[in-house]
């Protein structure tokens, strides 16, 4: 399990520990999801202009994987059409899974390696991509 922690999933997490302290101004919309199984909480707030997602903001509580996400999320969701953020949960819950994704490169083009020995361990998925589960989720402010 211990592998699972390596220095770019580190590096990931504490990009959001970094900023947790740091609030989005004027926020467009929030969101909060939480895994009830390890009480891992992600509350995730986006300022949209004309849709698209100019600004982000994410404060994860729980372990270092759901951390990682949510800067994973941090990490691709600035610039991005929200209503293309549901794509990316899915493209990544299937890479989690095993399944071959061509829209991975795409979506994801600093690649997802550093979660890559997070597969087999399907019972940590639901971490990785709790800030991407927001996608749906997102309340006007």
């Known amino acids: ?6 220095d770019q999933l580190l590096a990931l997490a504490r990009r959001v520990r970094d900023n947790s302290s740091l609030v989005l101004s004027a926020p467009t919309h929030v969101a909060e999801v939480n895994n009830p199984v390890c009480g891992d909480r992600v509350l995730s707030t986006i300022k949209l202009e004309n849709n ?6 994410a404060e994860a509580k ?3 994987l759901c951390e ?3 800067g ?3 990490d691709i969701v600035v610039g991005q059409n929200i209503s293309s953020l549901l794509s990316y949960h899915a ?3 299937s890479w989690l899974a095993g399944e071959d994704n061509t829209e991975i490169s795409v979506k994801f083009p600093n690649g997802l390696d550093s979660f890559s020995p997070v597969r087999p361990i399907k019972n940590r998925h639901k971490c990785v991509t709790l800030a991407f589960s927001t996608a749906d989720k997102f309340k006007r402010v």
Request: neutral net charge.
């Open 1 to 6: 399990m211990q592998s699972i922690y390596q």
């Open 52 to 57: 698209v997602i100019i600004a982000a903001h």
């Open 62 to 64: 729980g372990c270092a």
């Open 68 to 70: 990682a996400g949510a």
């Open 72 to 74: 994973l999320w941090l």
């Open 91 to 93: 493209a990544l819950t």
